[in-house]
């Protein structure tokens, strides 16, 4: 309580004891994580599982993961489903638009490394990661929402890792 | 009508153009045309009263065999239910058909699919570019001889 007792008068005046007190870091780190607002494209089907963790049953919404129209509004961008070379150039071009500090999550073997179009998919790119860096590859064909879920919490683990204030990490 | 008499009509019409009727065949018989008589034949094969193929169901590009591509014609006809197969060859080192859009507006996209994957050429086409492939792509990629290019955009192609 010690430090509760050197805090000036103009915040002693609730009385009720509402006071957290945290850094900066934590608290910028916690409103980050907790709204990680994905960009609204699907790619194969990946794209349809993602959907089911977007619905009612798993329900992305819960952790603040919500799916909006336009890069400049988004945290992070699933990558879910097989990346043609065609889609490849528009993604680089949709990284590209979103704002520091962003976030991508490779979903599926399509996406991690080629999957099934490995070797004669010669219109497919093995692994989004030759184009843009990936925090996190969740491994499946498709991974279910389960899976999905917890790729997204180790996103969000390592949100709670970095750090904002001091940027002593690149992100 | 039977693929031996839609041949006979045909044959019957167009002589030279119309070069051969293979029946002995695992799939449907077929009858092959020469490339440059193919949009003549197409139109009577639509008009004629007798034969009426008002729908073509499908029209690919077949890697036919090491010298030769062929275009190949799926007719049916809803007036009469009956289907015929057509097969244009060509050669690889000029795989020039006639465009038949004029006569089935769907061959557009057919044939600019087939020109994709195969490199078929279509003399008066409308709009003679690839569809699935980037427009910049090196190659048609469902030939046998088919290599595919190391880079594209910078972006590494093969595993």
Redesign the interface.
Request: glycine letters at 6%; one cysteine or more; charged letters at 25%.
């Given at each position: 309580m010690g430090i509760l007792n050197k805090l000036d008068s103009r915040i002693e005046q609730f009385e009720s004891g509402n006071i957290i007190i945290t850094t900066a870091d934590k608290l910028l780190n916690w409103s980050r994580l907790s709204s990680m607002w994905q960009m609204f494209f699907g790619l194969a089907c990946c794209a349809i599982e993602m959907m089911a963790t977007s619905a009612s049953h798993y329900d992305l919404d819960r952790f603040g993961i919500i799916p909006r129209p336009s890069p400049r509004h988004c945290d992070i961008i699933l990558i879910s489903g097989t990346v043609t070379?065609?889609m490849?150039?528009r993604i680089k071009r949709l990284y590209d638009q979103m704002p520091s500090p962003k976030y991508i999550l490779s979903m599926g073997s399509c996406s991690n490394c080629?999957g099934p179009y490995?070797?004669h998919g010669?219109?497919v790119?093995?692994g989004i990661d030759?184009?843009i860096p990936v925090d996190v590859y969740v491994p499946g064909c498709p991974p279910r929402p389960e899976a999905l879920l917890e790729g997204l919490l180790k996103v969000q683990e390592k949100i709670r890792s970095q750090s904002m204030a001091k940027q002593t990490n690149k992100v | 009508m039977e693929a031996a008499e839609i041949f006979n009509l045909l044959k019957s019409v167009f002589n030279e153009g119309i070069m051969e009727l293979k029946t002995d065949v695992p799939v449907a018989p077929f009858i092959i045309v020469s490339a440059d008589k193919i949009n003549a034949v197409s139109l009577f094969l639509r008009d004629e009263d007798t034969l009426q193929f008002d729908s073509l169901s499908c029209l690919s590009g077949v890697d036919y065999d090491k010298d030769n591509l062929a275009s190949v014609y799926h007719l049916y006809s809803f007036v009469h239910n009956h289907k015929i197969t057509i097969k244009v060859i060509v050669p690889k080192d000029n795989p020039l058909v006639q465009s038949v859009y004029d006569v089935w507006a769907t061959a557009e996209w057919h044939e600019r699919e087939a020109f994709d994957m195969m490199g078929l050429k279509y003399e008066n086409h409308p709009d003679p570019r690839r569809i699935l492939c980037p427009d910049d792509w090196e190659g048609h990629p469902l030939r046998k001889d088919y290599k595919v290019q190391e880079f594209y955009k910078g972006m590494k192609v093969p595993y």
């Amino acid at each position: 309580m010690g430090i509760l007792n050197k805090l000036d008068s103009r915040i002693e005046q609730f009385e009720s004891g509402n006071i957290i007190i945290t850094t900066a870091d934590k608290l910028l780190n916690w409103s980050r994580l907790s709204s990680m607002w994905q960009m609204f494209f699907g790619l194969a089907c990946c794209a349809i599982e993602m959907m089911a963790t977007s619905a009612s049953h798993y329900d992305l919404d819960r952790f603040g993961i919500i799916p909006r129209p336009s890069p400049r509004h988004c945290d992070i961008i699933l990558i879910s489903g097989t990346v043609t070379l065609k889609m490849a150039t528009r993604i680089k071009r949709l990284y590209d638009q979103m704002p520091s500090p962003k976030y991508i999550l490779s979903m599926g073997s399509c996406s991690n490394c080629g999957g099934p179009y490995w070797e004669h998919g010669y219109h497919v790119l093995k692994g989004i990661d030759r184009i843009i860096p990936v925090d996190v590859y969740v491994p499946g064909c498709p991974p279910r929402p389960e899976a999905l879920l917890e790729g997204l919490l180790k996103v969000q683990e390592k949100i709670r890792s970095q750090s904002m204030a001091k940027q002593t990490n690149k992100v | 009508m039977e693929a031996a008499e839609i041949f006979n009509l045909l044959k019957s019409v167009f002589n030279e153009g119309i070069m051969e009727l293979k029946t002995d065949v695992p799939v449907a018989p077929f009858i092959i045309v020469s490339a440059d008589k193919i949009n003549a034949v197409s139109l009577f094969l639509r008009d004629e009263d007798t034969l009426q193929f008002d729908s073509l169901s499908c029209l690919s590009g077949v890697d036919y065999d090491k010298d030769n591509l062929a275009s190949v014609y799926h007719l049916y006809s809803f007036v009469h239910n009956h289907k015929i197969t057509i097969k244009v060859i060509v050669p690889k080192d000029n795989p020039l058909v006639q465009s038949v859009y004029d006569v089935w507006a769907t061959a557009e996209w057919h044939e600019r699919e087939a020109f994709d994957m195969m490199g078929l050429k279509y003399e008066n086409h409308p709009d003679p570019r690839r569809i699935l492939c980037p427009d910049d792509w090196e190659g048609h990629p469902l030939r046998k001889d088919y290599k595919v290019q190391e880079f594209y955009k910078g972006m590494k192609v093969p595993y």
